[in-house]
């Protein structure tokens, strides 16, 4: 069966610092892969995707992810973080092929220390 | 994103009676989902559709029903409200492989 794991329940960083957020599936064909953020009180919020091609995709607001197949990996990462970007980080898989169906992860929470 | 709207945002209920809540788009999309979030589980899918009055269960079903008679709304009902549904649920519409989510609605079963 489809899943997603999210090792890290919780991360802090200080602002200006680097970030990246693990993320690994489960699924059998090639997967498609999304990364989303939720900020207090909020809904979710598209970073990210990744589909085929280039294994580096790019989002908006600064961030990346790379999908590597070899380690069923599809980490999200930032090269400085802003405070702005405290938030809960849902990584999901498309686990059907005709219904759209989303997988999540558990989550990761994102606080930024001044 | 604006074109999805979720009512009532806030919601407090007693065990046992039934709740209704609303999923409203303007995007003509074909699909949309209910979730709920629950600390430690992310987001669990309830039901989803893919069309008028086409319906599906999805993983964490029991005591949830749905209905969709237009396309661009999509209802979700706890039957005999349990304080286990206490949760946030959100909504999303879809087409391919992206998804958009409404803004939520938290739901308190006393």
């Known amino acids: 069966a489809q899943s997603v794991t999210q090792p890290d329940i919780h991360i802090t960083v200080s602002e200006g610092a680097s970030l990246e ?38 989002g ?18 930032k090269p400085s973080v802003h405070w702005s970007d405290a938030a809960e980080y849902f990584c999901a898989v498309y686990g059907s092929s005709n219904t759209g169906k989303l997988i999540f992860g558990q989550g990761t929470t994102l606080q930024v220390k001044p | 994103d604006a074109g999805i709207t979720q ?10 009676t039934p709740v209704t809540l609303r999923c409203h788009q303007t995007e003509n999309h074909r699909y949309m989902y209910w979730y709920r979030q629950d600390p430690g589980h992310g987001l669990r899918l309830i039901h989803y559709s893919y ?3 086409d319906t599906d269960k ?44 409404g803004p939520g609605t938290r739901l308190t079963v006393l």
């Open chain 2, 58 to 101: 999805g993983e964490v079903s029991d005591g949830y029903s749905v209905s969709r008679s237009k396309t661009e709304d999509f209802l979700l009902t706890l039957e005999s409200a349990t304080s286990s549904q206490t949760s946030v649920y959100f909504c999303a519409m879809g087409q391919g492989n992206e998804q958009f989510f």
């Open chain 1, 21 to 58: 957020l693990r993320c690994n599936y489960s699924y059998g064909a090639t997967p498609y892969l999304f990364w989303y953020v939720q900020s207090p009180g909020q809904g979710l919020q598209l970073l990210l995707k990744y589909f085929s091609g280039d294994t580096l995709v790019q």
């Open chain 2, 7 to 16: 009512s009532p945002r806030h919601k407090v209920t007693e065990t046992g």
């Open chain 1, 60 to 77: 908006i607001k600064g961030f990346e992810a790379e999908f590597k197949r070899s380690q069923s990996s599809f980490n999200l990462r």
């Open chain 2, 51 to 53: 069309g008028v009055k």
